[in-house]
């Protein structure tokens, strides 16, 4: 059974930092591909930071120069680490994982079969 289990989120201050984990378990495989999204109240889920099978990595406009995505693949571990939080990046975290997803795709919802429960990260200004 695939188990994606997000932690590090919190409640920080605008320009504060936070490192997101999820932890995979159940799954491993060759052409991994995992991606962070994030769902405020009242809005649809979007694609913040995604990283394919080959190391390639794929940000949303709003968060390039801020946030950093990575994974260890020994450790079955993504992370996100989020600098220079604005309070527009209040949102629920979620981590995905899909197997053998294209880069254009990355930060795209749809067709990504595994979720995590997701993570609250609060910014206030």
């Known amino acids: 059974q695939v188990q994606l289990v997000e932690s590090g989120g919190g409640s920080v201050q605008a320009g504060g930092s936070l490192r997101l984990s999820c932890v995979a378990s159940g799954y491993t495989h060759s052409r991994n591909c995992m991606g962070w999204f994030r769902q405020a109240p009242g809005k649809e889920r979007e694609g913040v930071a995604g990283?394919?099978?080959?190391?390639?990595?794929r940000y949303a406009d709003f968060v390039k120069g801020r946030f950093t995505i990575s994974k260890d693949n020994a450790k079955n571990t993504l992370y996100l680490q989020m600098n220079s939080l604005k309070p527009e990046d209040t949102a629920m975290y979620y981590c995905a994982a899909e197997p053998g997803r294209s880069w254009w795709l990355l930060l795209r919802p749809t067709g990504y079969n595994y979720w995590g429960q997701g993570t609250q990260v609060t910014v206030s200004s």
């Open positions: 990283i394919d099978s080959n190391g390639s990595t």
